[in-house]
């Protein structure tokens, strides 16, 4: 317990002593106050900005929060660029286990650790989470990467610490439940407690795999599931060129532009077609294979983008394109989850400079980073959060643009992107795309509908139990009783509407063989009964609508007395 306690203390001075720092770095006092040359990792006579004073406390607390920071780097919708290009300095390098530790780990979680052939006592990298060796294993080249023992312990209690300090932040700070710092730590906590898993690398890594299976150009390292446990992960030993060593490139006689393309290319791959991509794509992880092929390894970090949120993307950048400014204000919040509090207008506004800027550029000539900075700055502005799936895709496009420029100076990511860009906004609006919409909301209406015998239960309930107040007007019950029809009506006709569109819909996806021929009448005659339901609703709500009007237009001594409340 006395341990736990003296960590509390040591983050909490730790960052206030670095806070500190913060203020008289921003009031220009540096050098009045000696405690700062006191500061752990600080020379003497050396002025620290902001971004490097957190960067210094980061890693005085230790692997944790190293990993925080190399998380934060990766969130440029929270913090300035200074602060992320800062804390991508950060690295994760850590002294190394001794090896007879390490055999003892193989030997709990594999067995005998001469079931591979050879393995390196020598690591050829060791972290605060594990350490990669070389070795051998039935005649193949592998990497095994080992946990280092203690790491989750170690990890979960500061873990705990780190969201409690998030509770204690947002309880007592308006801008920290602004930036829901809340949701940030348990978002961090998830992150890191999966990279504990190397399992869950293991199947990354498979995954990536076989989406490329039938793409000779590219390839990922096989798993060996025999010797890979949560603990040990073994994977295929990758051999090559590193992507951004340019002079060994053209010795080789490798095109750096082609290379650049077909990089960046299998990036869009996974965002716009699997929806699954790696999150982490700087240069050490990109490898020219021997027979020319793209060799991608490190599978920790990944991001994943479901149908709904591409299909936000989309929304957001077709009316940003077509200067449509009240559109991409409606998009904007629906991708940011339509957080209450928010100024719409202001957001508007601050849209307003983007929509002038990038409306009606071609997508393949969008400066496609600087409008990805705006959009990151402008949600900084508004204090706006985006979901972290699509935060990691915002600074893997950033990462992507930069490779593909080390390798081709005049490479511009828009020219790539926009073909898979345009291959789903098309897909979106496909009749097929449209029919799924248009039967979602169908099966929504039948739910509701399904659900509203156990609404009026509820209501009986209530009724029985004592009832409630209300106000009534007697001159208004007929009115009451009609419009309490007209709604009931209309409801009816919108479930059946619901439950045509849903019936033809599944009878023209089953049909097969002369089914088929059924088709088109199918279709016209669920289009005609719409049209008449269609009408009617329509109808209806026009002349609910006029009533409303024509009652709130009545003048005062038309309208009868109110009433005491009767009990009822």
């Not at 990792?41 to 190399?70: C, D, I, N, S």
């Not at 509770?167 to 999966?194: K, N």
């Not at 990922?220 to 590193?242: I, M, N, Y």
Request: negative net charge.
């Amino acid at each position: 317990m006395g341990s736990r306690r003296d960590r509390y203390r040591e983050i909490v001075e730790t960052l206030s002593v670095h806070g500190f720092g913060f203020t008289i770095g921003a009031m220009g006092l540096q050098g009045r106050f000696p405690f700062r040359r006191g500061l752990p990792g600080h020379q003497q006579g050396r002025t620290y900005t902001q971004p490097e004073h957190l960067r210094l406390a980061l890693e005085q607390l230790g692997p944790t929060f190293v990993k925080l920071g190399q998380l934060l780097s990766t969130r440029s919708d929270l913090l300035p660029s200074e602060y992320t290009v800062e804390l991508a300095k950060l690295q994760d390098d850590t002294a190394a286990v001794p090896a007879n530790v390490i055999l003892e780990a193989l030997t709990e979680e594999v067995g005998d650790p001469g079931v591979f052939d050879r393995f390196d006592h020598e690591p050829l990298a060791s972290a605060s989470i594990g350490q990669a060796h070389a070795a051998s294993l039935a005649g193949r080249e592998v990497v095994v990467k080992v946990r280092r023992p203690g790491a989750v312990e170690t990890v979960r209690a500061d873990l705990e610490i780190l969201q409690n300090l998030a509770v204690t932040a947002a309880r007592h700070s308006e801008v920290a439940r602004g930036y829901d710092v809340v949701g940030i730590a348990h978002d961090f906590s998830t992150t890191l407690l999966a990279e504990l898993d190397y399992l869950a690398e293991a199947h990354n890594a498979e995954r990536f795999a076989t989406s490329f299976a039938d793409d000779p150009r590219v390839q990922f390292p096989a798993v060996l599931w025999e010797t890979t446990t949560s603990r040990v992960l073994t994977l295929q030993r990758v051999q090559g060129l590193k992507i951004d060593d340019v002079a060994a490139l053209d010795a080789a006689g490798i095109d750096r532009r082609e290379l650049a393309a077909r990089a960046t290319g299998v990036l869009c791959q996974m965002v716009f077609e699997d929806g699954f991509f790696h999150a982490d794509p700087h240069p050490g992880n990109f490898f020219v294979a021997p027979d020319g092929s793209l060799a991608v390894i490190d599978f920790g970090m990944v991001g994943e983008l479901d149908d709904a949120l591409r299909e936000h993307l989309i929304a957001l950048l077709v009316p940003l394109l077509r200067g449509d400014l009240d559109r991409t204000t409606g998009a904007m919040l629906d991708l940011v989850g339509n957080p209450p509090g928010v100024d719409r207008e202001a957001l508007r506004a601050g849209l307003q400079p983007l929509v002038e800027r990038f409306g009606g550029v071609p997508l393949a000539d969008l400066a496609l980073t600087g409008l990805i900075t705006d959009v990151l700055a402008l949600v900084r502005r508004h204090q706006l959060r985006l979901p972290t799936d699509l935060a990691l895709l915002f600074k893997m496009l950033l990462m992507a643009e930069g490779l593909g420029q080390r390798l081709d100076p005049e490479f511009q990511l828009s020219s790539v992107v926009a073909p898979y860009a345009e291959r789903l906004a098309l897909r979106r609006h496909s009749p097929d795309a449209m029919v799924d919409r248009i039967l979602h909301v169908a099966r929504d209406l039948l739910d509701a509908g399904a659900q509203a015998p156990g609404s009026v239960r509820g209501l009986a309930e209530v009724l029985e139990r004592g009832g409630f107040d209300v106000s009534l007007r007697s001159t208004d019950l007929h009115q009451i009783v009609r419009e309490a029809d007209r709604i009931g009506d209309r409801v009816i006709a919108g479930l059946v509407a619901a439950a045509l569109i849903d019936g033809v819909g599944h009878i023209v996806a089953a049909s097969t063989g002369r089914g088929k021929s059924l088709q088109a009448p199918l279709v016209v005659a669920g289009a005609g009964a719409l049209g008449v339901l269609g009408t009617y609703l329509a109808r209806s709500s026009r002349h609910a609508r006029t009533v409303r009007t024509q009652r709130a237009q009545a003048p005062a001594s038309q309208r009868a007395p109110r009433r005491p409340p009767s009990r009822s």
